[in-house]
């Protein structure tokens, strides 16, 4: 079946460490999105990527990088310079002039 | 910036109609999306409309958009408690360096009452 995985599920971070999470996809989609979602403030954009090898920043983007060599990942690395980490990170991909994105089912991330 | 505006709660009983209402700014927006987020979860696509259409029904869901008042509303027939979750509108950017990127509203969650 085609989708969009995100891993770990939960993940635990010391302060001052980064850390890196997977989104995979299979959709055959060009675009890759990175969101960060916290209680009550909805979605919040950090990186995206429309084609390999490209990415844009998004509003939230400080503390934060990606990479994308290949159509299907889309890592990204919350390090330690991002100030307020804990959160619920959430990835989505897009093919072109489709209709909407398809999402993973998020990595909550939590740093002690 | 664009923006897309929803009211944060709903609170229904189970069995009635639940409305929840969005307003965007992007008049250009050519698609316009609902989404549902259960607890945990990632976003999955309810239904979206296309701006030359008024009205969209899918089973228990009907979206009705108001392009002139750039409104949006989802209505929930027969409300049940597993309809509990948050809503996301969406508008999709039909210009610039961001074209095709989706703006998403702050959510509605809707709580079912048994």
């Known amino acids: 079946d085609g989708g969009i995985t995100q891993s770990p599920k939960y993940l635990f971070r010391k302060e001052g460490q980064n850390v890196t999470l997977s989104c995979e996809q299979n959709?055959?989609?060009?675009?890759m999105y990175w969101y960060r979602q916290d209680p009550g403030q909805g979605l919040r954009l950090i990186y995206y990527?429309?084609?390999?090898?490209?990415?844009q920043k998004g509003d939230i983007a400080e503390g934060y990088s990606v990479s994308r060599e290949k159509k299907e990942s889309f890592p990204l690395t919350v390090t330690s310079a991002q100030k307020n980490p804990t959160a619920f990170y959430l990835c989505?991909?897009?093919?072109?002039?489709?209709?909407?994105?398809?999402f993973g089912s998020g990595t909550r991330l939590t740093v002690v | 910036g664009e923006d897309v505006e929803q009211s944060l709660f709903l609170s229904v009983r189970e069995g009635d109609s639940s409305v929840i209402n969005c307003t965007y700014t992007?008049?250009?927006?050519?698609?316009l999306y609902w989404y549902k987020q259960e607890p945990g979860a990632g976003l999955q696509l309810l239904t979206y409309?296309?701006?030359?259409?008024d009205m969209k029904q899918d089973q228990r869901l009907t979206v009705l958009l108001n392009k002139k008042d750039k409104h949006l509303s989802l209505r929930i027939a027969d409300t049940q408690t597993g309809d509990s979750a948050i809503y996301f509108c969406?508008?999709?950017?039909?210009?610039?360096?961001?074209?095709?990127?989706?703006?998403f509203g702050k959510g509605t969650k809707l709580s079912v009452k048994p």
């Open positions: 989505a991909s897009s093919a072109t002039g489709s209709y909407g994105y398809t």
């Open positions: 959709l055959n989609h060009d675009a």
């Open positions: 990527s429309q084609i390999v090898n490209d990415f």
């Open positions: 992007d008049s250009s927006s050519t698609y």
């Open positions: 409309i296309f701006s030359n259409m």
């Open positions: 969406a508008e999709r950017l039909n210009y610039g360096g961001s074209q095709g990127n989706l703006i």
